[in-house]
């Protein structure tokens, strides 16, 4: 496929927008949480429900049924269809109860084309700039609000954090960097509550580095899949080493492991991670749930 061909290609499969846990992980999620408890559960790929602050945050929602999509064009194992696997429960059950929706950037497999049946189209929904908004407006939703430096929802602090989607070899090409486009991460903070830091997909860049250390957040969510584009070296999200590299720079921090197992171009499994935190005696530190699985801090 020529380049040109190749980078349309990609932009418009990214714009279009292992096993499940048991039933016990599922049930969990839909315990009340203390004043200060910080309770993660992984549904899928890069959705999350995060209950933070006596709020439930609904990261990232892709809910529709596996092999609906095509795998991305330009990037590896494209001939698979996304998502690999299905919920690990039914898609009205990740919407219940859910106050607020954060998605990081329009991307398919982060925003897609069957949320919006499941979710109230007056519900709070956070996005990282104005481009996002008009999209997720377009699409019926009426209280879209762009995340800033000082966003507060119902005392729970929002700090949009910056990042790259791929490498400089990539940004450097133009059709590239517009496909790729940006993606947000999002640092949660309330008193009395551990302090969460979402890096969103993005690689090991300078701002990483300083949201670390000007937030010291007790949890970090890292999207550590390994996707792959054909053609360049290097992924478009964190990788093992970058895994084991959040942990060197927050010792203290849980570091959770996730966007793995249900996209196309992820070359990173949790088998593989999980054999790599073993290796470099990191398994205290380092969290990689399976999908439905519920993690409390």
Known sequence: MQPKMLMCAIAMSLTLGTAAASTQAATEATATPTASSVQVQQIRNATLKINYGNKTFLIDPLLVKKGTYPGFEGTFRSDRRNPLVELPMPAKDVTNDVDAVIVTHTHLDHWDGDTEKFLPRDI????????????????????????????????????????QHGTDEMYANSQVAEALGTAMGIVFQTPGSKT?????????????????????????????????????????????????????????????????????????????????????????????????EVLKF
Request: charged share 25%; no cysteine.
């Open 124 to 163: 709070p929904l956070f996005v990282q700039h104005e481009a996002d908004a008009e999209l997720v407006r377009g699409q019926g939703f009426t209280d879209v609000r762009v995340v800033g430096e000082e966003t507060v929802f119902e005392g729970v602090r929002l700090t949009k954090t910056g990042g």
């Open 196 to 292: 969460i830091y979402l890096v969103g997909d993005t690689i090991w860049r300078s701002e990483v580095d300083q949201n670390l250390a000007q937030y010291k957040p007790d949890v970090v969510i890292l999207n550590a899949g390994d996707a792959r584009m054909v053609g360049f070296t290097g992924g478009i999200i964190m990788n093992e080493d970058d895994v084991l590299r959040a942990h060197q720079a927050a010792p203290n921090a849980t570091v959770v492991a996730t966007h793995m197992d249900a996209i196309n171009h992820m070359t990173l499994s949790r088998k593989e991670l999980q054999e790599f935190v073993q290796q470099h005696g990191i398994q205290e530190s380092v969290r990689i749930p399976d999908d439905g």
